[in-house]
């Protein structure tokens, strides 16, 4: 089954050339970088729907939490932690030293 989840864009990043317009959006406590060329008007602080890595539609922040709270009591947000992920951050972490 396909998913659309809603997260929170948290910052946007200058297209550089052709490249697409990208930002950091946090879903159910993990930031991915987000593909938001389909959502010209999407700016920080909005909620939006991602499927496959893509923000797809902007929603309101009720929807939102409604969204992932029920994805969270079907187990389904554990597929947004795979565990490279979770490595991944705590590579970071050990990096930064935070």
Excluded: W
């Amino acid at each position: 089954m396909c998913l659309a989840i809603p997260g929170k864009i948290t910052s946007l990043e200058e297209p550089e050339d052709d490249q697409a317009r990208l930002g950091k959006v946090l879903m159910g406590g993990i930031k991915k970088d987000v593909n938001l060329e389909l959502l010209p008007e999407a700016g920080i602080g909005d909620y939006v729907l991602i499927h496959v890595g893509v923000a797809i539609s902007i929603v309101d922040e009720e929807e939102a939490e409604d969204t992932l709270q029920f994805l969270d009591k079907m187990g389904d947000l554990d597929e947004l932690t795979p565990e490279d992920i979770i490595k991944e951050e705590l590579e970071k972490k050990k990096q930064t030293g935070t």
